[in-house]
């Protein structure tokens, strides 16, 4: 007789270097002299033998250690244009002005990415699931569709597809449930997408994409004389977040505290409100939905300065061989619809991670004196 023998951890001896393949089409131009310039790039890309880490492998296969620490897997596309154009829109012996502005747009496409799917989503508060399949995008999440709250019992009954209200076999209406709590009125009323009478994981769907549709810049120095004014912004559109931070202020189901918002809760039939009843420690009244979802585009002041160079014989007169005194502001003033601390929220570098705002510190207005001397 001898010990018996199983399989721990899968050897490793077959991982090789990611391969990418990629072609660009693109072009310079320079017109009217050097008044205008700029450039245009297309590039598609194509990446095969992604390394994954922590690869879950089945547990059919007999290993005791299911994780895999690296693993080849996966095909990943991104394709994009980006364009920028310098102006010189005034060039006078006094007046100076000279205009930039930038654009991109990338789009990414999972053609492959075989061991991931929701399968590890929970249906509980708060979660969000995240589809990495073939076709969607990643930075894309799923997850809920909120359609308010529920305002009397009549608004419970559940419909099916043409819209006529559900009844058991003994003739009773079906009441709606968010997983095995029944819904009553005030409580979270979400879109049941397969008219089953119970909101659960069969009614989740593509809720957003983390990635912006468009990002760039642009600004522009004017110059006068010995005067010089310096500005420079910068902006994101299309982009979407889960607001992690609103969510827990808005969730009423421990002691923690909560934001003024809760104070427009559901109490009464009739009252006009999209937040739910106050429940403690119970229901399922901020399952992770596109209520939370937030488009976080901006436009932001990122830097704004006025400088003025002190005139040439009174730098010589000083010894000097010029000066300039000047003053600088970063991130002043930020356009936004976005109801978080700060709009420009960090994406995930790990393709399984939620694009979220978790109350990061905003960035700080700040203001900047100077005078630079050169002997």
């Given at each position: ?10 050897q ?6 990611e ?12 017109l ?15 990446t ?13 296969l ?47 496409e ?15 508060n708060?979660k969000y ?12 999440f ?9 305002q ?22 079906v ?6 709590y ?5 409580d ?38 010995n ?20 969510m ?47 488009d976080?585009?901006?436009?932001r002041?990122?830097?704004l ?12 007169n ?25 709009p420009e ?7 399984t ?23």
């Open positions: 007789e001898g010990n018996a023998v199983t399989a721990s951890t899968m490793l001896n077959n991982l090789k270097w391969r990418s393949t990629e072609w660009n089409f693109g072009f310079d131009f320079n009217w002299n050097g008044k205008l310039t700029g450039s245009f790039d297309y590039y598609n890309k194509k095969n033998d992604l390394l994954q880490k922590d690869y879950v492998v089945s547990s059919y007999g290993y005791t250690n299911h994780e895999l620490k690296y693993y080849n897997a996966g095909s990943l596309r991104n394709k994009g244009v980006e364009f920028r154009a310098d102006w010189q829109a005034l060039d006078t012996k006094d007046w100076k002005l000279k205009v930039n502005f930038n654009i991109s747009h990338n789009e990414n999972i053609l492959s990415m075989p061991g991931y799917s929701e399968e590890n989503y929970s249906f509980e708060g699931a995240m589809r990495i399949v073939r076709g969607t995008s990643v930075g894309s799923s997850g809920y569709k909120y359609l308010g709250v529920y009397n019992t009549e608004d419970t009954y559940a419909k099916d597809a043409e819209g006529n209200v559900m009844h058991d076999l003994q003739g009773n209406p009441i709606m449930s968010n997983g095995t029944r819904c009553y009125p005030g979270a009323k979400y879109e049941d997408l397969n008219k089953d009478g119970k909101i659960d994981k069969n009614d989740i769907t593509y809720i957003g994409n983390s990635n912006p549709q468009l990002q760039g810049g642009g600004g522009f120095n004017l110059r006068y004389k005067w010089s004014l310096t500005v420079f912004m910068h902006y994101r559109l299309g982009q979407k977040i889960v607001n992690r931070a609103r827990n202020a808005e969730s009423m189901i421990g002691s923690d505290n909560q934001s003024t918002a809760v104070l427009r809760r559901w109490r009464n039939e009739g009252d006009q409100t999209d937040i739910p009843r106050a429940l403690w420690d119970y229901g399922l009244n901020y399952l992770g939905s596109d209520r939370f979802v937030e976080c585009s901006f436009l002041l990122k830097t300065s006025l400088s003025y160079n002190l005139p040439k014989t009174f730098c010589q000083l010894g000097l061989t010029s000066a300039n005194v000047y003053i600088t502001g970063y991130d002043l003033f930020t356009i936004t619809n976005y109801t978080g601390q700060d929220v960090n994406l995930p570098s790990n393709v991670d939620l694009a979220e705002d978790n109350s990061q510190t905003p960035r700080s207005r700040r203001v900047a004196m100077g005078v630079t001397i050169n002997f």
